[in-house]
């Protein structure tokens, strides 16, 4: 099959001016420049709004002394349907229980939340968050001392004056 | 014995049973589950947990079903209405005081409160009191208890009583501030079966210390096994997540152990996490310096240099804690490289720790698995009570030497020096295999398919639960291959197929086979000094 090609037929230079459309344009233009309706956002010292339903980067909620909230139940490990969060468990110093490794690699988390909506104790939380740039992959994996110092706020799924969400 | 059978119905299905037999067993033989806490098989019944109840036609009020025996024409319903309400007012009380700390409750998963409650206990709960709270105590030896969670069922107090025959445990206080405790200062310490009540313990009041918050029961992958702690044969069930062994639990076996095993065998488990394996053949040309080959090497080695060695005799170094096919296939080597004789050692403990209760269960005193199964392969038993010395002869030796399983741990370095071929097979290296001419890295019990027999001649399987470790691979996998390259028969593929072998040859495995061992194991039919 031969390949034809549609040749367009232009006007010629010298019968035609492109002046009009240029104008037409440039009053676009400077429609714009007036025109307070924007479109661009200034990221990032504009934010944007993130929806209710966000659900970021994980925070572990911790006790006034400084403790996490996390008691090593072990239920969150078994839920992730990524398999992305390792814990062991162990006893502290005042016999409680408590995680010694807490580690989520935020890579392989699809951010389903349903960490949060096991955990029995209100530790663990997916957050309002969303830039986590980093210069080494391995940074990826958020350690329990990481996971702690997380300053960014919780998902608004959760209602800290109604933990349970009765 | 048609006469003893009581036929009655349960759940609209008839079943014919031994008289005398309670209604719980009885629906068990049709499947039902009766649920219940104060009732174990190996302890007498107080029928104080009301919880197994049941609905029996005729009868003024619900039956407890651990105590109630059959009789003949009998309706029970287990699952009726009337007998789910019933239960479920009885969850409801143990409910009230219960802390509800799942999260943080070792026994979590494995809970039959936990369990019950989901199955017919109510959604919601009513109470409004302040719960009791009596916190947690250390009664001594591996067990914590947490008051908090106990359902009072007394399982461990009759336990200690009734079995164990040492009594340690009792119940204190009176009505709803009853708790179970130790006498004064006296605590579990020095007894010898106390991690038993840990297990019989229906929810989570008694926890082990050494398992305390390693692992949730949900994780756990369990594979039956023998317990390689001494001659008794403990069936068990190795508890394994991230390939290493976290517990040790017993299997239900009447003939040997009934539920219960001792608490050394309990806590010998750690060697099998141990890591620091062989993980590859090692060939040494000068006798100094070593390097790790494939297993075609290392054999390929081995068949040459022991082809090179005229009028060959082999003395061999087996070890106890080898099974059955690991024995037969080294016996079968040591005939086909020229003959020769075959030792092993073993510890030998002072005296037996004999479960009072349960006289048929002891911790014997051959510290080993399988001493029986070597002795009945035909090989010579040498050294002392420490499981050291006796091997002066095999040290000297100067043709073929093999050592299987032992780590030499009372040899020096010159063991074999003077061998002309000096092969180690071990799951560990040992200073006593520095002239070794090739080393074989072999599997535990734990990770390998074989047979024990125990102190009675008792045949039993154990299953691989973890991964060998790099390029180990069962000792009679190996053994059996070299056999089959001097001698031109066929390598045995499956250890089922290298026991048939042995079975057929050694007499007093008495034509057994895997299928005849099944789970429990059993005993060979030809009479094999039993009971020794």
Known sequence: MTISVKVMKRPAPESTSYLRAALSGMALTFKHMVNPTKVTQQYPEEQTELSPRWRGTHVMEVHADGRPKCVACGLCPTVCPANCIRLVGGEDDQGNRYPIVYEIDEFRCIFCGMCQEVCPVEAIHVGRHFENAEYTRDRFVYDLDRLMEQDHPSTLLWDPSDPAGE | MADDLVTLTIDGHEVSVPKGTTLLEAAKTIGEQVPHYCYHPGLSSPAMCRLCLVEVEGAPKPMPSCVTTVMEGQVVRTMSEEAKGHREGVLEFYLLNHPLDCPICDMSGECDLQDYVHLEGRKQGRGVEPKRVFGRDDFGGDVLFYGDRCVMCTRCVRFMSEVEQDERLTVVERGNRS?????????????NWHGNIVDICPVGALVSKDFLYKARAWDLDHTPSVCASCSQGCNVMLHTRDNLVHRVKPRENLEVNGWWMCDHGRMDYEWINDGNRLEAPLISEDGVSRRAVGWKDALGELLGRAEELEAASVRAVASARASNEDLGALAELVGALGGGETVFRSPRAQEELVLKGFPKLARRKDLAPNVKGAEL??????????GAGGLDSVAEHGSIVIVLGDVLADQGEDFGAGADLYVYLGTHDSPAAKH???????TSHAEQEGTFTNHEGRVQRFWPAL???????????ILGALDAELTGEGAPETAAELFGKLSDAVPAFGGLTYPDLGTQGASAKVGAGAGS
């Open chain 2, 179 to 191: 708790v179970i405790d130790t006498f004064f200062t006296e605590g579990l310490e020095g007894t």
């Open chain 2, 377 to 386: 392969l035909g090989m010579r038993r040498v050294g002392d009570d420490a």
């Open chain 2, 436 to 442: 070794a001419d090739i080393v074989l890295p072999v």
């Open chain 2, 467 to 477: 991964q060998p470790p790099g390029m180990a691979r069962p000792a009679w996998l």
